[in-house]
Structures are given as C-alpha cells and as structure tokens.
C-alpha cells in the first residue's frame, strides 16, 4: 500500500486491473486516525436519554486516473432522499424535539449548538456530518449560535446500520 500511495505522489499509472468503478485507482487506507471525518451521532439509548458518539468514516485515498489529482473517499451511503433546508425561524431554544427520522444532516452554513437530554453539548460548525436517530425518547436541544442564515442538507437514511453505529 505505501507502494500504491508512492506511485500516486508520483503520477505512475497503475494497471487496468487496479481501476476502480468510479474512476479511481491506488487506494491506500487512511494511515492517520486524526483525518479522518466523523459523524457526530445524536441517538436515544433504552431509556429514553438521548447521547452523543463519535463515528469515523472509512474510506480509503485514491488517485484519479485521468488526472493527477488524489482525494479521500468514503464508503458509500445509500439514502433515500436528500432536501435542502433553510430555517427562517428558529424553533425555541429551551424546548426539546426528536428527529423526524433516521436522517444525516450536513450543515451548510450557520453553526449551531446541539444539547442531549444528558445535559452534555457540542458546538457544529459548517461542514459537520450528524447523524440524528433519537426518533424517541427525550430528544434533543437545537440552537443557532450566530446571526447567519442556518442551511442544511438532510439525507433520509433506511434501516441499514452506517460504518458500527447502533
């Protein structure tokens, strides 16, 4: 695999056989745990109180093979829809709710503070993946933390379990 990362710092061209389906070759595990992106998951344990865990995302890096560029891609995910949304009023900062669905939402702009029913809270800047599954139990606590106007793309997600969450 260094090999393989090698060849792609250095433009060699790998064999028909190493193509990928989406056009990628030479694809190398991420080496460092700490780049890697994480879904923050917001989910209801059995009693109801809702949590915070942290999911890596696996993925490997790839070289182009029609140019000589190399980025990192994750594994797929199925979903069942995706909606763009931009909140125009917020919703009350002391009320609690849960997640319509099974759903990833990926901020596009405006930073918000999530709290769980533990009390505990995390700060998601522009660009944070969540992944919200507290459908029951005691919910969660959504509020702005800035003037700008809140976009998000929301990815409805089946039954199938993502990279160990559930």
């Known amino acids: 695999m260094a090999e393989d990362l ?89 009320t609690p709710h849960n997640a319509p669905q099974r759903q990833l939402i990926v901020p596009l702009s405006g930073e918000v503070e999530i709290e769980v029913s533990t009390g505990e809270r995390r700060a998601v800047p522009p660009g944070q993946i969540i992944l919200v599954e507290d459908t029951t139990g005691k919910g969660h606590i959504t509020r702005a933390l800035d003037d700008s106007t809140r976009v998000t793309l929301m990815l409805e997600l089946g039954d199938e379990y993502l990279f160990g969450d559930g």
Do not use: K
């Open 6 to 94: 090698d060849n792609a710092r250095s433009g060699v061209q790998p064999s028909g056989a190493e193509h990928s389906r989406a056009g990628f070759a030479a694809e190398v595990e991420v080496a460092d745990r700490n780049t890697q992106p994480v879904i923050l998951r917001v989910y209801s344990d059995a009693a109801g109180e809702s949590h915070f865990e942290e999911i890596r995302i696996p993925g490997r890096r790839r070289r182009s093979d029609v140019s000589t560029s190399v980025a990192w891609w994750s594994e797929e995910i199925a979903v069942r829809g995706a909606v763009w949304r931009r909140v125009e009023e917020e919703a009350p900062t002391t």
